[in-house]
């Protein structure tokens, strides 16, 4: 799906930009140029980025519970 029009950038092309380290509109935009025109695509471009981010690893049973044995001391 087309995000920015300006610069004819899409939201796969925003996504790979999150999956290089891009984590702000600002980045995404010296990466592929998005938002970086008009700036009427920036919020788009957030929920992309959003939508891109990685959820935390899930931890659970026995290792989970040593860790948090280990945190609490
Ligand atoms: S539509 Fe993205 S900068 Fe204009």
């Known amino acids: 799906m087309l995000i920015c ?7 796969r092309t ?9 984590r702000t509109v600002a980045q995404v935009g010296r990466r592929c140029g998005a938002g ?3 700036g009427g695509c920036v919020g788009a ?5 959003l ?3 990685r959820p935390l ?3 659970s049973g026995p290792v989970a519970a040593s860790a948090v ?5």
């Not at 471009?45 to 980025?49: A, N, S």
């Not at 044995?69 to 001391?73: D, H, R, S, T």
């Open 51 to 53: 939508s891109a981010r």
């Open 5 to 11: 029009h300006c610069h004819g950038v899409t939201d």
């Open 14 to 22: 925003i996504k790979a930009c999150a999956m290089d380290g891009a």
């Open 36 to 38: 970086t025109g008009c």
């Open 69 to 73: 044995l280990a945190v609490a001391g």
């Open 45 to 49: 471009i957030r929920d992309v980025l």
């Open 57 to 59: 690893p899930m931890v």
